[in-house]
């Protein structure tokens, strides 16, 4: 079967993905939180469990503190209780989410061009045109290059080009001739498609147009 790989799932919509979290982030982001706790309520009572059992500092803070004091040589701190902020969101509340965005945005790849999403469409339709647009499709063409077995890579509706993505949705005449019947359906003027880039292209400028009543 040809699938879309995790990286590409996992990236972010701004870098092609589907914005799907990686486990390697979650499950981070799930320890992060319990530190971050650790760290901010230290008189609950688990916390005090902990620091009982494994020390209050772990043997780390001495180097932690002249890390810290090297880092601050030349700044003037102001006159105020000192206190734990989150940066990674402009409330300055920590939360799970924030940390995991943070891993997958460092650690996974840009499969592309952001992702286009339109949300008045199903979800699975969104995902269709996601996996057009990458080639991740089962199509013969893809399969033989997994490795599968065939009698023929050809389209068996046309029998006339191979059966790639792009010839499954703009490249066979049977969905030629659907894309004609809906430009009259719609009344719309339909050009000839040969990839989803020239599809999208198409696309975008009929929904920007102003509608007729």
């Known amino acids: ?8 799932i996992g990236s972010s919509k701004e870098k092609g993905g589907l914005d799907v979290s990686s486990f390697y982030a979650l499950n981070r ?12 309520q230290g008189s609950s009572l688990w916390s005090r469990v902990i620091k009982l059992i494994h020390g209050e500092d772990g043997g780390i803070e001495q180097v932690q ?3 810290m004091i090297s880092n601050l040589e030349g700044f003037t701190l102001p006159n105020m209780h000192d206190r734990w902020r989150w940066s990674l969101s402009g409330d300055g509340e920590s939360s ?14 840009e499969v592309g061009a952001k992702t286009r999403w339109i949300k008045y469409v199903l979800i699975k339709v969104n995902i269709l ?15 033989s ?7 023929t890579i050809f389209c068996p509706s046309c029998n006339s080009a191979v059966e790639s993505s792009n010839h499954i949705f703009f490249g066979c005449p049977m969905v030629k001739d659907l894309y004609k019947f809906l430009a009259r359906w719609w009344d ?6 040969f990839s989803y880039d020239e599809w999208w292209n198409w696309f975008s ?3 920007s147009r102003p509608s007729s009543s």
């Open 188 to 193: 719309v003027s339909m050009k000839m498609f």
């Open 145 to 151: 290059r997994r490795g599968l077995d065939l009698d």
């Open 1 to 8: 079967m040809v699938e879309a790989a995790a990286s590409n």
């Open 29 to 40: 982001a799930l320890t992060f939180k319990w530190i971050w706790r650790f760290r901010t």
């Open 65 to 67: 503190m002249a890390n």
């Open 96 to 109: 799970v989410a924030s940390v995991r965005n943070l891993i997958d945005d460092r650690t996974l790849t």
């Open 205 to 207: 400028n009929l929904r």
């Open 129 to 143: 045109a996601w996996r057009i647009k990458l080639n991740n499709l089962q199509s013969r063409l893809n399969l």
